[in-house]
């Protein structure tokens, strides 16, 4: 039986093991000259897309919904296809198939007025840090954005509120920092 005494010196040991390595792969919080906090603020790069139209649409379908649509023994193809769509599982449609799609499978659709374009470039811009996030759930995507240039697909962004994950289609940008700007509650005020 371990005593207190060894527990607590694992304890420490892994926690000094953890802070060794993330310092030695370059994760530390703080300049290691100068012990000074580095900034995070973001550095901006590329737009996420060139468009000329935004698509919004919205489900209220849940977690419950796509489990009682995996449950099924024989799917139909509008099952199939809200499953894939939701879950991020869509590699075997083609996002320009997939945004035809959504209009026949339960999501309502808002046409994003032009007036709000250039709120959508700078949301849907790369936001590069130092540090990031990241969560370990399983997203249920209800929101999706697709974006259009001349009346053709070009991208799709799929956003999952309650955990704060993204899916982009269609860019070559550096997405993994967004979320991490408050771009939710941005795009949440920007569609009502």
């Excluded at 959504?102 to 790369?126: C, G, M, Q, T």
């Amino acid at each position: 039986m371990k005593t207190v005494l060894q527990i607590s010196i694992l304890g420490i040991s892994a926690l000094l093991l953890i802070v060794v390595a993330c310092d030695f792969m370059g994760f530390s919080l703080y300049e290691k000259d100068t012990w000074e906090k580095i900034s995070d603020e973001p550095v901006l790069g590329k737009y996420y897309y060139d468009f000329t139209e935004v698509v919004y649409y919205k489900t209220t379908k849940g977690f419950d919904d796509l489990i009682a649509i995996d449950d099924k023994k024989v799917m139909t193809l509008k099952d199939s296809v809200t499953f894939q769509i939701m879950t991020g599982f869509e590699e075997v449609v083609p996002y320009d198939v997939e945004a035809t799609y959504l209009d026949s499978i339960d999501f309502e659709k808002k046409i994003i007025p032009v007036s709000r374009y250039a709120a959508l470039y700078e949301i849907f811009r790369e936001k590069i840090r130092k540090h990031s996030e990241a969560a370990a759930c399983m997203p249920i995507y209800r929101d999706i954005y697709v974006f259009k240039k001349q009346g053709r697909v070009i991208g799709i962004a799929k956003l999952c509120y309650s955990c704060g994950q993204s899916r982009f289609i269609g860019t070559s940008a550096e997405t993994s920092g967004f979320g991490m700007d408050g771009e939710f509650e941005k795009l949440e005020q920007l569609v009502k």
